[in-house]
């Protein structure tokens, strides 16, 4: 406003044409349509995202995203150039690991890998996917077995009760032992941003802990390993006592019976106690099983009978059949067939963290990448698991 307008309206205002409160009234109302504008204009632009943030077909947003990108952003930066400051820098849920992260350089695989080791660990033809598997936070694990009968007599009405026998516990202790994987890859591979680093780690790692464990878990001497199935004292059942397997003899000497080859079969299906036959199943490889397979019933019936769907396992006398590589072939004295609840008469003990430590240092230009798992395996109950033998008696 210039001089002059300043002056007319002074002189409008001294005149009385226009008052002092109305002066200020109209000022007032400037100011506010003024406010109210842009209060207008600032809901309008909130409602516009609103709108925009709940368009029908917008892809939902990941719970989980905020937690693992990073992480594995940070894991694929230490495992392809070594960059320990983002592993560092990360802040992890303890309930996820079940260590700290050590100062050696070791660091826990993120979630994502590990499940994917699991994944192809229980699919694998082990007796993991059959046995009772445990995850355990210290060097061993105790198993606490009663096999033994409480006493117990008939009374009379007036008669004394007698003192009766108690029963006693025996205590199984699985060791768990130091499962571990060496792979390596180029580190020009390694800087290929195209190629999948976390999975071929895991599927690395996950074939060598899958079959050390299969082979372990049957053959294993419990010396840094596992202890095996076949690796305890096999008896014939008859004389069958605590602490020993038990075995039923084919009566041929390396191979079935020929007259009749089924019956021991069934004689060592029979010979499992009735407690642990509703949940048994045969463990083979599978040249037996080939031969199995071929056996019929004096009715002309096959006693194999294969899964009715998908990822069901074939079965044999209505008993499911896994097949694993590392039990014996057919042969002279050889125990090729197991039956058994082997929920109840095998455990495998774990520790649930994978450590994997990176190494471009040992085999330039190459970097190894050095994984370890502990694991440990026994038979925890005797009674639980009979065996076949390929012998005459």
Wanted: proline share 4%.
């Amino acid at each position: 406003m210039n001089k002059s307008e300043t002056t007319s309206r002074d002189r409008e205002i001294l005149s009385g044409d226009i008052s002092p409160v109305a002066e200020v009234k109209t000022a007032l109302q400037g100011f506010m349509s003024d406010i109210n504008s842009k209060l207008q204009q600032q809901e309008d632009r909130l409602t516009m995202f609103e709108r925009k943030s709940v368009i029908t077909g917008r892809p939902a947003l990941s719970a989980s995203a905020e937690a693992e990108v990073p992480h594995q952003k940070a894991f694929n930066a230490y495992l392809r150039s070594g960059d320990e400051d983002a592993m560092r820098g990360l802040e992890i849920e303890g309930k996820s690991m079940s260590t700290a992260v050590a100062a050696d350089g070791g660091y826990l695989v993120d979630p994502q890998t590990s499940d994917t080791i699991m994944s192809v660990l229980k699919s694998s033809a082990s007796l993991r996917s059959i046995a009772n598997v445990v995850n355990v936070e210290a060097t061993s694990y105790d198993v606490l077995v009663d096999h033994t009968e409480l006493g117990a007599g008939w009374a009379d009405e007036v008669g004394t009760v007698t003192e009766t026998a108690s029963p006693q516990f025996d205590r199984i202790s699985i060791a768990l032992h130091e499962l571990s994987a060496l792979p390596k890859a180029s580190q020009r591979l390694l800087d290929d941003a195209a190629f999948d680093i976390e999975g071929w780690l895991a599927g690395r790692i996950a074939d060598k802990f899958a079959r050390a464990e299969a082979a372990a878990f049957i053959n294993g001497d419990g010396v840094d390993k596992p202890r095996g199935l076949l690796n305890h004292t096999i008896v014939e059942d008859s004389t069958w006592s605590w602490g020993n397997l038990g075995y039923i003899a084919t009566g041929a000497d390396g191979d079935f019976d020929g007259a009749n080859p089924a019956n021991s079969i069934l004689d060592l299906v029979y010979a499992l106690g009735a407690e642990y036959r509703a949940n048994a199943s045969f463990v083979m490889n599978s040249k037996t099983a080939g031969v199995v397979r071929k056996m019929k019933d004096a009715d002309g019936r096959f006693l194999w009978t294969d899964g009715l769907t998908a990822g069901e396992p074939a079965r044999l006398l209505g008993y499911p059949v896994l097949i694993a590589e590392d039990m014996p072939d057919i042969g002279s004295d050889a125990h090729a067939i197991a039956f058994g609840d082997f929920s109840t008469g095998y455990t495998v003990a774990e520790r649930p963290d994978l450590r994997v430590l990176r190494d471009p240092f040992s085999a330039k230009p190459h970097v190894l990448f050095f994984a370890t798992k502990r694991v440990g395996g026994d038979v925890s109950d005797f009674a639980a698991i009979k065996l076949l033998k390929f012998a005459v008696s």
